[in-house]
């Protein structure tokens, strides 16, 4: 156990302190400043990714179609249950509680806003459109699947 213990602080000084050592040349060791900036031309433009508004139009439609297939899970959903089918990824007592289970697909829907908004305020645009393409995707064939269900008959 002891041994285990020194070998975790070990890490830890390891990687807490490594960035510092880095940092720690001499004025004379340090490499020269550039001569020249480089000329501005259209490498630039070609490096940088393309800029856009977060709530541009295409985004709008992406978190309206999330929107909408949250709704069609929801209302999915509610017809598999009073079919008498058991739901898979909440208890029966979440989706029988209507507001509740309403809250939650609203929540589900500003988690996928949320996360294209994380993606995009970090540069990562084709993550931010494809989260609400793939969160699309799969409400929406979660909600065919539950309309595809058999009703149960007691």
Excluded: C
């Amino acid at each position: 156990m002891r041994k285990l213990r020194t070998a975790f602080l070990l890490v830890l000084a390891t990687i807490s302190g490594g960035a510092k050592v880095h940092a720690q040349a001499t004025p004379s060791e340090a490499p020269p400043p550039p001569l020249a900036a480089p000329p501005a031309s259209q490498n630039q433009a070609t490096e940088r990714p393309q800029r856009h508004r977060f709530w541009d139009k295409e985004n709008d439609w992406l978190f309206a179609g999330v929107g909408a297939s949250r709704t069609l899970d929801y209302f999915s959903t509610l017809n598999m249950r009073r079919r008498g089918d058991q739901e898979i990824l909440l208890t029966n007592a979440i989706v029988d509680n209507h507001a509740e289970f309403a809250a939650i697909e609203a929540a589900g829907t500003g988690a996928s806003i949320g996360v294209s908004y994380l993606f995009h305020r970090y540069g990562h645009h084709k993550l931010e459109r494809w989260t609400s393409i793939v969160h699309f995707g799969l409400a929406t064939t979660g909600a065919v699947r539950n309309y595809s269900l058999k009703t149960v008959h007691r």
